[in-house]
């Protein structure tokens, strides 16, 4: 996986429609989460090291420290699925796409990012908005003695699925604005001269078309 420092990043040509311009904003967007994650991950390590040697030579433990630490990893996890979509780093098994040619792994991506990602990532957005509500008004507390407020984490599932959700915009019109430039006859991994040299043309960090 390449870090977001390495990844290459796109910009689009002088004559890139709106839409165009709005997908590699949010592709900005994304790129500059996953650099913020870098960050949490160090701070995650930091307290965790911080715990352990506390409890082992000083028998002192934080029930907040503890729970820090499962809110950072939860920010990395949630904040960062958009950040992995742009990156192309998602699990996937594949039996037929390979085979593929351009044209038809592109309208496989398409069917995808409509048919499962969007309606999902929706219904998960909206059903997760009322949870963080409720301990927001409530302000819910951990049950555990010391423990922290509850609002913030529960928050970072609305503003996970949304990042996710903005990103499988921005890769459904890269998609669309492909395949309706792609030239007849491209093969898998084949990019024509005729592509490199367009100014509107899409190459995602990570996956070269």
């Given at each position: 996986?390449?870090?977001?420092?390495?990844?290459?990043?796109?910009?689009?040509?002088?004559?890139?429609?709106?839409?165009?311009?709005?997908?590699?904003?949010?592709?900005?967007?994304?790129?500059?989460?996953?650099?913020?994650?870098?960050?949490?991950?160090?701070?995650?390590?930091?307290?965790?090291?911080?715990?352990?040697?506390?409890?082992?030579?000083?028998?002192?433990?934080?029930?907040?420290?503890?729970?820090?630490?499962?809110?950072?990893?939860?920010?990395?996890?949630?904040?960062?699925?958009?950040?992995?979509?742009?990156?192309?780093?998602?699990?996937?098994?594949?039996?037929?796409?390979?085979?593929?040619?351009?044209?038809?792994?592109?309208r496989?991506?398409?069917?995808?990012?409509?048919?499962?990602?969007?309606?999902?990532?929706?219904?998960?957005?909206?059903?997760?908005?009322?949870?963080?509500?409720?301990?927001?008004?409530?302000?819910?507390?951990?049950?555990?003695?010391?423990?922290?407020?509850?609002?913030?984490?529960?928050l970072?599932?609305?503003?996970?699925?949304?990042?996710?959700?903005?990103?499988g915009?921005?890769?459904?019109?890269?998609?669309?604005?492909?395949?309706?430039?792609?030239?007849?006859?491209?093969?898998?991994?084949?990019?024509?001269?005729?592509?490199v040299?367009?100014?509107?043309?899409?190459?995602?960090?990570?996956?070269p078309r």
């Amino acid at each position: 996986m390449q870090t977001p420092s390495q990844q290459p990043e796109a910009q689009p040509g002088a004559g890139a429609s709106v839409w165009l311009r709005m997908a590699y904003g949010i592709d900005r967007l994304n790129r500059s989460v996953g650099r913020l994650a870098y960050w949490l991950v160090l701070f995650a390590v930091l307290i965790s090291a911080g715990n352990a040697v506390s409890r082992k030579a000083w028998n002192l433990s934080s029930n907040a420290m503890l729970e820090i630490q499962w809110y950072l990893f939860a920010a990395v996890f949630l904040l960062c699925a958009g950040y992995t979509l742009l990156s192309r780093e998602h699990v996937r098994v594949d039996l037929f796409y390979s085979r593929m040619s351009r044209r038809a792994q592109l309208r496989v991506e398409i069917f995808g990012v409509l048919a499962f990602l969007m309606p999902v990532v929706t219904l998960i957005l909206v059903l997760s908005w009322s949870p963080f509500m409720h301990a927001w008004q409530s302000g819910e507390v951990s049950a555990n003695a010391g423990g922290l407020i509850r609002w913030p984490v529960k928050l970072l599932i609305p503003v996970g699925f949304a990042l996710l959700l903005l990103q499988g915009l921005s890769e459904l019109i890269k998609d669309w604005h492909e395949l309706r430039t792609l030239p007849p006859g491209n093969q898998p991994g084949v990019v024509s001269d005729e592509m490199v040299h367009s100014p509107l043309v899409i190459e995602p960090p990570g996956d070269p078309r």
